[in-house]
């Protein structure tokens, strides 16, 4: 079953399914900043574009297209497309 899902007036779309027995989703990011709580963990590879993701408040780091990061469950991360829309797939973990 597919689960379409808008966020901050459009500018964060993503569709929902399920990927080896577990929910993912995939999605596109506008240009700008947004955070996101988490109730699992995750972990969010870029497809295209460029994102810039502080976890936790550690930090802003890139992550080009092709890699990836983590978030532990119960916590939060910021998250900002730069130099136009970037695309992911979000993993949900155990």
């Known amino acids: 079953m597919l689960k379409h ?3 901050f007036d459009g500018a964060v779309q993503s569709v929902g399914f399920e990927r ?3 929910p993912a989703s995939v999605g596109v990011i506008l240009p700008g900043q947004y ?3 988490t ?3 995750e972990r969010m590879t870029v497809t295209s574009g460029l994102l810039q993701a502080d976890i936790a408040g550690s930090g802003w780091v890139n992550y080009p297209m092709g890699t ?3 978030v532990a469950a ?3 991360f910021d998250v900002r ?3 136009g829309p970037a695309a992911y797939l ?3 973990l155990g």
């Open 5 to 7: 899902n808008t966020y």
């Open 20 to 22: 080896n027995g577990l």
């Open 35 to 37: 955070h996101f709580g």
């Open 81 to 83: 497309a730069v130099g």
């Open 68 to 70: 990836s990061f983590e």
């Open 74 to 76: 119960n916590s939060g």
């Open 39 to 41: 109730a699992k963990a």
């Open 90 to 92: 979000c993993e949900y």
